[in-house]
């Protein structure tokens, strides 16, 4: 089934007569069609992408022909208080975790015999986080583009590069790559700035010792998000041990990972093995998080996990422990895998892991 028919039967369960969606990724997701000024309207009966004539011919195109394509002249919202009324429907679903207060009290404005309720955040998240083929081709994709940048990267950086051009060429890399965007802002910070699990990439040349990228390109809309520590110079005792239990701990969780597995059981092998080798407290973060359209997805390898919360088919995670020693350095390794749709596990990540020295 389609997404959009998967959400309507959500929604329905959930007891809403209808949803109203504003995010424009959720939008892509349900419509097939990436833009950034309208609203989607899903009813028990109907389907409407509600834009203006920018987009008309493009929606036309490329949206999914589940959906009706409007540019109404009387506005968004008098267009779906309309349909609303026509269809004699009255409980309203919003997108909770990101409609401004401001939206909210227009919506309820616009609409006055509705009730809106939060809750179509909720549903469309929980869709979300199984994958389709289509969904995990698109994902292999895009951390394809992402391990060739890093292949790319490993060659290209000078020693008297700043970190901003060691991102800048990672992102260039990708978007002649075949990426249509980043995944997200992308990291690379060098000495004692690897401390910082996100730093900011720096306008000052390259410190020596520890370099963490962490980078993803976007394909289709789906996000792929690796990290990779290298060594600026040569690694001493100390380094070698730090990077060793970080990459010990990946791998055993990645190990670990398949259908069933839980997710706070996930975090707990890797945690247990940068604990158990006297970096106690250096490993603040997460194991992982879903990736999908949105780069933080469900489900979370966390220790705040829910209790019964385990891996399932179609789910997309990151694995990536890292352990940071505040103003001195700090060291995080990470790959995306999936639960493929026959219940066996794939890590889309390519890269090498083994400890790197340059220069």
Not at 143 to 165: C, G, L, R, S
Not at 192 to 205: D, I, M, Q
């Amino acid at each position: 089934m389609s997404h959009l028919t998967n959400f309507r039967a959500a929604l329905i369960r959930a007891g809403f007569d209808a949803a109203i969606v504003s995010d424009s990724i959720n939008q892509r997701y349900l419509s097939g069609f990436d833009f950034e000024d309208g609203l989607v309207l899903v009813t028990a009966q109907s389907a409407h992408l509600l834009t203006d004539f920018r987009y008309l011919e493009a929606a036309k195109k490329e949206c999914s022909a589940e959906l009706q394509v409007q540019t109404p002249e009387q506005g968004h919202l008098a267009c779906i208080r309309g349909i609303l009324e026509e269809e004699k429907l009255t409980r309203v679903a919003v997108e909770e975790g990101s409609l401004s207060l401001g939206d909210y009290r227009r919506f309820c404005e616009k609409l006055p015999n509705c009730k809106l309720e939060g809750g179509a955040t909720a549903v469309l998240e929980e869709l979300r986080r199984f994958k389709d083929d289509a969904e995990l081709d698109a994902m292999a994709r895009a951390q394809a583009v992402t391990d060739a940048a890093f292949a790319h990267i490993v060659k290209f950086i000078q020693p008297n590069m700043t970190e901003i051009e060691v991102a800048l060429e990672l992102e260039f890399f990708m978007r002649r790559n075949g990426a249509e965007g980043l995944a997200f802002n992308t990291i690379a910070v060098s000495g004692s700035a690897s401390a910082l699990p996100h730093g900011v990439p720096r306008r000052t040349r390259l410190e020596k010792g520890f370099l963490t990228m962490d980078f993803g390109a976007r394909v289709d809309g789906y996000c792929s998000d690796m990290t990779r520590t290298v060594v600026l110079g040569q690694a001493d005792a100390e380094m070698k041990k730090l990077y060793s239990t970080v990459l010990t701990a990946q791998r055993a969780a990645l190990e670990a990972a398949c259908e069933g597995a839980f997710c706070r059981g996930l975090d707990k092998i890797a945690r247990d093995i940068i604990d158990g080798n006297g970096f106690a407290g250096t490993f603040g973060h997460s194991l992982g998080h879903g990736v999908g359209l949105f780069i933080h997805e469900s489900p979370r390898l966390s220790q705040r996990a829910g209790e019964d919360e385990r891996l399932a088919r179609g789910n997309v995670v990151t694995f990536e422990p890292g352990i940071y020693l505040e103003g001195k350095y700090g060291c995080r390794i990470e790959d995306m895998g999936a639960i493929r749709p026959d219940g066996s596990f794939i890590n889309f990540t390519k890269s090498p892991k083994e400890l790197i020295e340059l220069f």
